[in-house]
């Protein structure tokens, strides 16, 4: 049996989980979620069901107090930090946004695995995690899970390229993306995923954010890290070793399978997902991103090569963007102008070494301000 601590138990990744662990009850055991103030109706119902003795919300908790009798509540913004420290075998990290950091770390600093499904921890916080090692990381986005996987086919030192596929969204054929709406953007043709992440996947600044986490959790320098797209989101990614052979990891486009993966690892949860019909005809596809049209990716790979500091605004910005276009106040391609403005600005005074969370909250607040400054012009 392995003990489970959630963080945004409510969102789709912590929904996702919750269903393999239902599906799988010798397994896995639920001794700790954590979620936001905005779903406490399902939270309410999560702990009920899983029977889980603490729960964590950002929010106030006197209302999750009433309907749980019994159940510690920690409320508060430091709340999903306590709960990632409880002692377990592997916290799912499945925040969005860089508040997934700090959590991250104290959960890494008391000795916890983390099943790592927020983008944001490395993106803004690399350097601090990585002080903790790779070991305790297992990976949970689809990408880096085939990575994480293809990896065992070689040693390190055989490694030649990272080839991480990108489903291309929903603007993949169409040539102009000036008059994009929010309901276009959010129209995701494979993956189900929350708001903020399918937004980026259409600009596919989610690419770029792959691509700096693949950086640090594999160690690859970012000139041997590539994205190509991939319409029909099968192929999850591949690792190229020395010898010339490229080795892929390939399922339907389900999360179920990362997820089990990662709270499961070194084990294989059985039936996680469907496997492929190999009864069927299958036709896969992969072609170069147009780097013209969606820029995203190769300027995060700019602002990753300048150091952390720089990868953090980079991903802040992009908050600061993504809100403004869903409350449309700006055009979707906004969006990354607005990021190339905010680091072209502040680039060149970024700290070279990020020592704390004050360091990158310091960082994280003067690419927001920044980025706001360019939404006033816009």
């Known amino acids: 049996m392995r003990d489970i601590v959630i963080l945004g138990s409510t969102g789709s ?13 010798t397994k896995f055991r639920v001794v700790g979620l954590s979620a936001g103030a905005n779903n406490l109706e399902r939270l309410t119902e999560q702990v009920k069901k899983f029977a889980v003795p603490i729960v964590g ?3 106030e908790g006197s209302s999750l107090r009433q309907a ?3 159940v510690e509540v920690i409320d508060g913004p ?24 700090g959590p991250t770390l104290a959960a890494l600093e008391v000795g916890n695995t983390v099943a790592l499904a927020n983008k944001e921890t490395l993106v803004a916080g690399g350097d601090l995690v990585m002080a903790h090692g790779r070991d305790r990381i297992i990976p949970v986005d689809s990408e880096h899970s085939a990575l994480f996987q293809a990896m065992f086919a070689g040693k390190g030192n055989d490694v030649e390229k990272l080839i991480l596929t990108a489903s ?11 008059t994009v709406s929010l309901a276009d953007a959010l129209n995701h043709p494979t993956w189900s995923m929350g708001p903020v992440v399918t937004i980026n996947s259409a600009t596919l600044v989610n ?6 986490e693949a950086h640090y959790l594999f160690g690859i320098p970012y000139s041997k890290i590539e994205a190509v797209i991939h319409p029909q989101s099968v192929v999850h990614s591949m ?7 490229t080795v892929a990891q390939a399922s339907p486009p389900n999360m179920k399978g990362p997820i089990a993966y ?31 049209r969606f820029p995203a990716v190769e300027l995060a790979k700019r602002c990753g090569a300048l150091g952390g500091a720089v990868a953090a605004m980079y991903n802040a910005a992009n908050e600061v963007a993504v809100s403004a276009f869903m409350k449309e106040q700006i055009q979707f391609t906004a969006i990354v102008d607005i990021i190339e403005q905010t680091v072209t600005r502040l680039g060149g005074q970024a700290i070279s070494v990020v020592r704390d969370l004050d360091d990158v909250s310091a960082i994280e607040n003067d690419a927001r301000r920044v980025a706001h400054e360019a939404l006033g012009k816009k």
């Open 207 to 212: 690419k770029g954010l792959e691509i700096i």
């Open 262 to 292: 990662a709270i499961a690892y070194p084990d294989r949860v059985p039936h996680a997902t469907n496997p492929i019909d190999w009864k069927s005809s299958h036709t896969w596809t992969f072609e170069p991103i147009d780097t013209e």
């Open 78 to 101: 430091d709340s999903s930090r306590q709960i990632a420290a409880l002692s377990c075998d592997v916290v799912l990290n499945g925040i969005t946004g860089s508040i997934g950091l």
């Open 239 to 245: 690792v190229e070793f020395k010898d010339g052979s």
């Open 13 to 25: 990744i912590g929904v996702q989980a919750l269903e393999v662990i239902a599906a799988n009850p």
């Open 57 to 59: 919300t950002t929010g």
């Open 168 to 178: 291309g969204g929903p603007f993949r054929t169409r040539e102009d993306l000036s």
């Open 68 to 70: 749980l009798p019994g």
